[in-house]
């Protein structure tokens, strides 16, 4: 190079597909540079070939020319000289560029929603430093500048039509949404923020008390493994206990056979050596006869005869009663009878062991006092996505009125179309109570399903006429339930407060009125519940009608 003192751009020797310092660097005709490998990647399996900077394309792949930049860049790499990373200040394809750069952008710090537009840290400085600028609204890069501005008349969209539930510009408030409910955009944001607010408080208590039930499963898993392991350790010193007892007795039969055979055998040979006695005697005896039957002289015959000695007291054989193999057969037989009553114990009890279950998820007993009851309440609101357009809702929307007259309501999927309902934003799971104070000829007290069907007058959207919700009728001179389109007759104090009573878990949900502090059970539904629950409210009976969910806590 001539001139090493001259000051070159990084920028102007890397690549602008891999954002890289170029490699094999080679010009295409419209005098663009890329690496080699890049160009080609970038054009194979395309039919136009074009500059990815310039966009001219080419009716044939162009020949890759290399020039001069390649020795060029390889004195720039001995000399120091490195790309820089691909994420450190130009904007990649997932970036927001600066729409002041020319050539290769760099990645945007800010957007301004004044001006509409995103600046890198350079071209950002005069919103720091110019005085009408320094009031514009600086935000994180955006890519959706563009959607603060108007389709129909290119202007900025500074407000919020409440009629229509849309942003829209001055000139707007002109024609299409002339004489409609509108207020600042910054205004608007500010009453979404209160809401927002809100639900992140009911979400963050939602947080807490669903942390609060993981440690008390936890603890459950800690007890469950903690009795399972005292079960197991109990039971085999038990079956310990059991087998020694067992071999206990399993020796004391064998010593008492043992001793008893040691008896018996002993007896028998003492019986035995007399008779071998006795047998001696006899036959010795028997010797003495015969010599004398053999005496032939009859004198001396008679002579010795008177004098032979008195035979001996026999030995009284016949109270021997030989019964091979038989002598123990009544202990056989007692263990015999034994082992059975033991076997049938055994069974009989196991089925009892075997049998029993462990629910570590049962629910607590109802309450039996409002006080219990309070214990399970939840504050509740309706839902104006849901509420039916002739319903109005108020006291910070726990309370319906039914209105003969449609209100303002936006269209929403969510809402009732025909039926006069409207349910609880708050899903409902676990343990949970609440009380609706009505007035005016009636009110459906109810709990539904979220998937419940809103629109059209069929029986799938009304409150007890299908398997998605249940519902207590209530009016001045009577009560009833209704569920799957069934309805049950209620008898019980007429009261203008209901209690809900809600274990979704167990499947229990209670009616109750209430009367004071006095609660009379009205109807008590056991089921199996497959979602979280709404609570729900329905008036159809007279204009001025109103139910209200009450402050409890």
């Not at 809100?198 to 208590?205: A, K, M, Y």
Request: with cysteine; charged share 25%; proline share 3%.
């Amino acid at each position: 190079m001539a001139q090493k003192g001259v000051q070159l751009d990084r920028e102007t020797f890397s690549c602008s597909i891999c954002l890289d310092l170029l490699k094999d660097p080679v010009t295409i005709p419209c005098g663009h540079s890329y690496c080699m490998n890049c160009i080609k990647h970038h054009w194979d399996g395309k039919l136009i070939h074009s500059c990815p900077q310039c966009k001219q394309s080419f009716t044939q792949r162009p020949v890759l020319l290399k020039t001069m930049l390649a020795a060029l860049v390889e004195e720039l790499k001995k000399t120091g000289l490195q790309a820089a990373p691909a994420d450190h200040c130009y904007a990649g394809a997932e970036d927001v560029a600066c729409d002041v750069c020319t050539g290769r952008k760099l990645r945007a710090c800010k957007s301004c929603l004044v001006c509409l537009a995103s600046y890198c840290d350079k071209h950002l400085q005069g919103h720091y430093e110019v005085g009408p600028l320094k009031k514009h609204k600086l935000v994180e890069p955006s890519k959706k500048l563009q959607e603060n501005i108007c389709s129909r008349h290119d202007e900025v969209m500074k407000l919020f039509c409440r009629t229509d539930q849309q942003c829209i510009c001055l000139i707007c408030t002109m024609d299409d949404h002339k004489g409609h409910n509108t207020v600042s955009a910054a205004a608007e944001r500010t009453e979404r923020q209160r809401e927002l607010e809100g639900s992140r408080l009911n979400i963050q208590q939602r947080i807490q008390d669903r942390e609060k039930e993981v440690k008390l499963l936890q603890q459950e898993v800690e007890a469950v493994n903690g009795s399972a392991d005292k079960a197991v350790e109990d039971s085999e010193k038990m079956f310990t206990e059991l087998i020694r007892l067992m071999e206990k007795r399993s020796s004391d039969v064998k010593q008492q056979v043992r001793s008893q055979q040691k008896r018996e055998v002993s007896r028998v040979k003492e019986l035995q050596e007399k008779l071998e006695q006795e047998i001696s005697e006899l036959k010795r005896r028997d010797t003495e006869l015969k010599l004398l039957s053999h005496t032939e002289d009859h004198n001396q015959f008679l002579h010795s005869y008177p004098s032979l000695p008195a035979l001996s007291e026999p030995t009284h054989s016949s109270s021997i009663n030989i019964r091979p193999l038989r002598y123990f057969e009544d202990v056989t037989a007692a263990l015999s009878a034994v082992r059975d009553k033991l076997q049938d114990v055994l069974r009989e009890e196991w089925t009892n062991v075997s049998s029993t279950e462990v629910d570590v998820l049962l629910s607590a007993a109802e309450p039996t006092t409002r006080a219990g009851f309070l214990q399970y309440s939840q504050e509740i609101t309706l839902d104006p996505n849901t509420a039916n357009t002739e319903l109005l809702l108020s006291e910070g929307s726990r309370k319906a009125t039914y209105m003969e007259q449609d209100q303002s309501y936006s269209n929403h999927p969510d809402r009732f179309t025909y039926y006069e309902q409207v349910l609880s934003r708050e899903s409902l799971t676990g343990r949970c109570y609440w009380e609706v104070e009505w007035r005016g000829e009636g009110v459906f007290v109810a709990v539904a399903y979220k998937n419940i069907s809103r629109a059209g007058s069929g029986t799938e959207c009304r409150f007890g006429l299908n398997d998605k919700s249940w519902s207590l009728n209530c009016n001045q001179n009577s009560y009833s339930f209704l569920y799957n389109n069934i309805r049950t007759p209620v008898s019980g104090p007429q009261s203008s407060r209901v209690g809900v009573y809600l274990d979704q878990r167990a499947g229990v949900l209670s009616f109750y009125s209430i009367i004071s502090e006095t609660m009379t059970l009205l109807h008590r539904v056991q089921t199996t519940f497959t979602q979280p629950l709404h609570a729900g409210l329905c008036l159809c009976y007279h204009n001025g009608d109103t139910a209200e969910l009450c402050k409890l806590k």
